[in-house]
């Protein structure tokens, strides 16, 4: 019989996608006022890799990532997603754009072996994980390097990111060193 233990605290992430710079930085806001203090933040990348939200978020996105601490339980992922999901909801009711959806916001974390995102759809490679979400390993660290799986989104499979996973997961061990 396994024994049951507390898992390690995780680095939590978030990725925040729009074409709008103040959308980026209201979500900003809020992820400090809600989630703790930003310890690293990545360029904006173009998010180029697919078309799939053209049609509800509009053309020439840009994806930036957000590192937080506190470093948290990685229990708490549903009810990230479930926040980030309403926040999206507000921005779209504060400050009404052209398209259905100007802002996405996708919360998750990293641990030392893998970066894991939250989403609301179920999938084969997705997990329930409570209050309506599901969490999927989108990549892992293993032999010095990030490496993706056949489901992993097509911009998480482009290396562009990884330096920014590799600097998170340098948090991470700092982070926890330090307790």
């Given amino acids: 019989m396994g024994l049951i233990h507390t898992p390690e605290p995780v680095l939590p992430i978030t990725a925040v996608f729009t074409h709008y710079p103040d959308a980026i930085d209201w979500a900003r806001e809020k992820i400090r006022a809600n989630w703790g203090k930003i310890v690293l933040e990545s360029e904006a990348f173009p998010f180029e890799q697919t078309h799939y939200y053209d049609a509800s978020m509009g053309p020439r996105l840009k994806k930036i990532f957000f590192a937080m601490e506190p470093l948290i339980d990685p229990s708490q992922l549903a009810e990230m997603k479930n926040q980030s999901n ?27 072996a893998k970066l894991i995102l939250a989403s609301s759809k179920d999938f084969y490679h997705r997990i329930y994980i409570g209050q309506g979400i599901f969490a999927e390993i989108t990549l892992r660290f293993t032999k010095g390097q990030w490496t993706d799986f056949p489901w992993t989104f097509p911009d998480y499979r482009e290396t562009t990111y990884h330096p920014f996973f590799m600097q998170c997961r ?4 700092e982070l926890r060193d330090a307790k």
């Fill in 170 to 173: 340098e948090k991470l061990r």
């Fill in 86 to 112: 309403h926040w999206e909801e507000e921005y779209s009711r504060e400050f009404p754009k052209d398209e259905e959806r100007p802002l996405n916001i996708d919360p998750g974390f990293i641990d030392l």
